[in-house]
């Protein structure tokens, strides 16, 4: 297991337990002879000091398969599961303390979905395991809080070089929300409104709903009919070597 924000080590005991080896980060260097003495007794268990954004994950799990565990303040949760997410070795499994509505909004469904949700969804898929009350908490927060599990889908849902198209796309779509699919591709990609009406309609989607209605396999059967304007969009926004 990776553990994010070992702080005093309550939560890393309980992981060493279940665990063959956790390596627990901890970004601040004041708790690390409090950790080496509550954790002394654990054999399996590595310490990193050090920010997990400034890390390489790939680095500091060899074993295929890990689980990642975070307990982490609320304002750096979406840097670190896209870290996590978009590393060359990506953990089987991400378990998450978060403020409850973001956790909700990870899980929406079409009709709901936001860059963030599309974000996490493209890679696994995400559930909440458990809420928990801000009373459970000290101090106590002004929101509630979330356990959210994402399992990570065992082949990519995308390759590579989609993913990266796909991720361009979804920023154009959702560039402004109250806007039409065909007016925001229309702006993205430099078409004008019939020719971004025709591909969305080449792709079975109705040029007139917008980007949060749209499930993944529409993003994706969408990706597909723009590939090439994609690739061509991406290459001139690649700076020169």
């Known amino acids: 297991m990776l553990e994010i924000g070992a702080g005093l080590g309550s939560l890393t005991r309980l992981l060493a337990a279940a665990a063959g080896v956790v390596r627990a980060v901890e970004i601040d260097h004041r708790l690390m002879p409090v950790l080496r003495e509550v954790l002394s007794s654990y054999a399996n268990v590595e310490l990193v000091q ?9 680095r500091l799990m060899n074993e295929p398969g890990y689980i990642a565990v975070a307990n982490i303040p609320y304002y750096i949760t979406s840097a670190i599961v896209r870290h996590l997410l978009e590393c060359p070795k990506r953990p089987a499994r991400l378990v998450l303390t978060m403020q409850k509505e973001v956790a909700e909004r990870i ?5 709901d979905l936001s ?5 996490v969804q493209v890679f696994g898929q995400p559930s909440i395991s458990a809420v928990i009350p801000a009373g459970a908490f000290y101090p106590v927060p002004g929101v509630d809080s979330a356990t959210l599990r994402v399992d990570l889908h065992p082949q990519p849902y995308f390759t590579d070089e989609q993913r990266k198209m796909f991720f361009s796309l979804i920023h154009m779509g ?3 929300k109250r806007k039409t699919l065909r007016n925001n591709l229309a702006a993205g990609l430099h078409l004008s409104g019939e020719e ?7 792709a079975d989607i109705d040029p007139q709903r917008r980007a949060q209605t749209l499930s993944l396999v529409e993003w994706k059967t969408l990706v597909n009919e723009l590939k090439d304007l994609l ?6 926004e690649t700076p020169p070597a």
């Open 196 to 202: 971004a009406a025709r591909y969305l309609v080449d």
């Open 115 to 119: 860059l963030l949700a599309l974000s």
């Open 174 to 176: 959702f560039a402004q």
């Open 107 to 111: 899980c929406a469904e079409p009709g």
């Open 231 to 236: 690739g061509a969009k991406r290459e001139q």
């Open 50 to 58: 050090g920010d997990i954004l400034a890390l390489d994950p790939a």
